[in-house]
């Protein structure tokens, strides 16, 4: 994103950069393929929903509580994928930043940092 | 004297056996000898394509 942002040193949320990757926007993948026949609506959605599944059980196990968490299913390229998760402790966030830029997640590396939103209802990008 | 608490017999706590994750842990094809930070750094210095620049 060209815009600035200013990474806070506390937060309770966490950013996962372009972490998902929907299906229907997979024909960006570095192999170049294009989307396939059977990528059904339903497929889209369960593949989603697998996605926040995981990553909610995960992340709520190995770091700590977390109150809310969404994940952008646009095609905005600054914004693809960017998953936004609020902890209920700072302490939480922190860890999970410092630990999850040393994961791996469906084939790509995690790059997490800490956001400023606290308000997702009231988040935009300025 | 203090007498041991009997232990009540432990509740077993009905849980959905854990599914195994398919996407956590799973590193690119290829560069499974790697940390995700060397990656990240070869991904930074142009050796290998990022998706999205953030």
Known sequence: CSKLHNKPTFSQTLLLKNLYLSLENSSQKADKSFIADDITEERIQEHFDDTFEELFVELDKKYGEIEEMNICDNLSEHLAGNCYVKFRFEEDAEKAVADLNNRWFDGRAIYAELSPVTDFHEACCR | ?54
């Open chain 2, 1 to 54: 004297p203090k007498e041991r608490s009997k232990k009540e017999p432990k509740v077993v706590v009905e849980r959905k056996p854990l599914k195994k994750y398919k996407y956590w842990d799973v590193p690119p094809v290829g560069f499974e000898h790697i940390t995700p930070v060397q990656y990240k750094a070869m991904q930074a210095s142009g050796q290998i394509s990022q998706i999205f620049t953030g």
